[in-house]
């Protein structure tokens, strides 16, 4: 009631006012006129009046206009766009893959119209391989099995708008409606194909670390005497520290003049050079990471670098002189027994064993024939007499190289004994079981490097005269052992038994061995030739033992064996016949 009344009471007032104007104004139309001007003057001086008031009005009417225009046309689209939150089948609106609009569209449909997008993105895919300087390498799609998922990614963009509480899937809705949602086709490449090109090209691009390498004048170091001086080198060796090539403590030997040479000087470095291999995997993830952004990949083959296994300073250390194999030749050896030693000994010269590596003797030396070289000289027949063969005496070459094998630290694989102990006078071995014997196609010598570091064999025969040869030898050159530890070799006799009496044989023909050493024999006066001696049996275990620098046992083990097995020889006999016997025949 109040209310109203005050509603009213406005009403009231205003209609005075109008009617005052009217009654001042005089008539109607005048008064309308007066009322009008003085409503025109009432409201300037209010500071604008309605002129202005209406202007305002205007552009907030236009606006109110623009608003409900666009919030119809906005909400016409909006409402376009929700009815697709209900429909499970169709894509909403606002959706794109790789540029395509697929809004609206089925699933199948939006396959269907993204194939030849897909078969665009395929045939733009490339790889480009660069290694330094050399021609690139190309690569396109069919190279590396590339493929495309297009249901998959369909499925994820059918689920915009589809997935979630409504509230947030009408968001999703409105947002969309300005800002597309894009998603992008996801490629896969074959790793193993990718894999296989660049493994082709490591044979292109490899370049393996050369080793510094030693050679070695074959002629510099032959140690034909050692003098008071300078033995303490070889038993065992050491280093002569007032003596360096290079900073480096060398050997000093005697050579064939009798003057003092050091046994570095005989060796020639050749520097080693670092290399790089290609870093197959890092490749491969670096080309699977470049196309993943634009299916477009340049890629800089990742190489890891490969270093000498060996320093030139490591190396030098090997030119140190670790064992001087020595054997006596008997004087009875004739010329072409030396040339055989000689022939077989020349195969060794300036021979290099790399860690790791196998040597046969036979396989070195060849086939003893006369096409290599060979003569006939006496050797050991089957019988255990002695005949002529090609290559007689090569066994003491094996011997000679077989005691440079193991005195400087290598593994013997394969190794036949005589069938006695040779070379045990003292000037050669001193011992039984230091004696190799070779046979081609039977018995071999054969042994491997399983030290860290290479081996050099300087090998040669010194002549006594023209003809005759006094002694073998095999220098072994290679690192010394670590705090002038050394390496002993122990022969134990583990079975024996003494040689039996030999047999004693008539010959029938006495012409037969008439050029073989006969010798008158008083107790049975006749001629007796030693065709094959007795010979005991010696059964040896060899132990390599590991000395310290004082001499005391460090270590040791079985090395191998050698075996002797018992032989009855066998006499021949004949009758003198320069001679006659007491009862008057031929003695």
């Not at 490339?126 to 499925?155: E, F």
């Not at 003596?243 to 009798?258: C, L, Q």
């Amino acid at each position: 009631m109040t209310g109203n009344n005050r509603r009213h009471s406005t009403e009231s007032s205003r209609g005075t006012s109008s009617r005052g104007y009217s009654s001042r104004g005089g008539s109607t139309r005048s008064g309308s006129s007066r009322s009008a001007a003085a409503s025109r003057s009432t409201s300037s001086q209010r500071g604008g009046g309605r002129p202005a008031g209406a202007s305002i009005a205007g552009m907030i009417a236009v606006v109110l206009v623009v608003v409900i225009v666009v919030a119809a046309v906005g909400g016409v689209l909006f409402w376009t766009n929700v009815k697709y939150l209900y429909d499970y089948t169709t894509i909403i609106p606002g959706v794109e893959i790789e540029g395509v609009d697929i809004g609206g569209m089925t699933a199948d449909e939006a396959i269907v119209a993204l194939n030849s997008r897909l078969q665009e993105k395929i045939g733009q895919l490339s790889i480009t391989l660069k290694h330094g300087d050399m021609a690139p390498w190309k690569y396109d799609a069919s190279n590396i099995g590339a493929s495309g998922d297009i249901t998959s990614i369909v499925a994820e963009a059918m689920r915009y708008g589809h997935v979630g509480e409504l509230k947030d899937r009408i968001n999703e809705a409105k947002y969309v409606l300005n800002n597309p949602e894009t998603f992008s086709i996801s490629f896969g490449y074959d790793k193993t194909s990718i894999t296989t090109i660049v493994e082709a090209l490591k044979a292109d691009i490899d370049v393996p670390a050369v080793e510094p390498d030693l050679e070695f004048d074959k002629d510099a170091g032959q140690i034909t005497q050692i003098d008071e001086k300078v033995s303490l080198l070889y038993n065992p060796l050491k280093y002569d520290t007032s003596v360096s090539v290079n900073g480096v403590p060398a050997e000093v030997y005697v050579d064939a003049n009798g003057n003092y040479q050091v046994a570095a000087d005989i060796f020639t470095i050749t520097p080693g050079s670092s290399g790089y291999v290609v870093d197959v995997e890092a490749t491969v993830n670096a080309i699977i990471s470049d196309l993943a952004d634009d299916s477009v990949a340049n890629v800089d083959i990742v190489t890891i670098p490969v270093e000498p296994t060996l320093t030139e300073e490591e190396l030098l250390e090997c030119t140190s002189l670790v064992y001087h194999s020595k054997s006596g030749i008997a004087y009875t050896s004739n010329y072409e027994r030396d040339m055989n030693i000689q022939v077989a000994l020349n195969s060794f010269d300036g021979l290099v064993i790399r860690p790791g590596q196998t040597i046969s003797f036979n396989e070195t030396t060849g086939e003893r024939s006369q096409a290599n070289g060979y003569f006939l000289a006496p050797g050991i027949a089957q019988d255990k007499s002695h005949e002529l063969v090609w290559g007689g005496g090569v066994c003491q070459a094996a011997t000679v190289i077989f005691n440079a094998a193991i005195m400087s630290g290598m593994t013997i694989l394969d190794k036949d004994s005589h069938s006695w102990p040779l070379y045990t006078a003292a000037d050669d071995y001193g011992e039984d079981a230091r004696d190799a014997m070779v046979n081609w196609g039977t018995s071999d010598l054969v042994f491997r490097n399983d030290t860290e570091y290479p081996i050099y064999f300087d090998t040669y025969l010194h002549w006594r005269s023209s003809d005759n040869a006094d002694y073998a030898y095999c220098n072994a050159y290679s690192k010394l052992l670590p705090n002038g530890e050394s390496y002993d070799y122990e022969p134990r006799l583990v079975e024996s038994e003494v040689a039996p009496e030999p047999v004693y044989k008539a010959l029938k023909d006495t012409t037969e061995y008439s050029d073989a050493k006969w010798e008158w024999d008083s107790d049975l006066q006749l001629l007796v030739y030693e065709y094959a001696p007795s010979k005991p049996k010696k059964y040896y275990d060899v132990y390599q033992r590991l000395l310290d620098a004082q001499g005391n046992l460090i270590s040791e083990q079985l090395w191998y064996r050698s075996h002797y097995d018992l032989i009855q020889g066998l006499y021949y006999t004949k009758p003198d016949p320069n001679k006659t016997t007491p009862d008057g025949g031929v003695g």
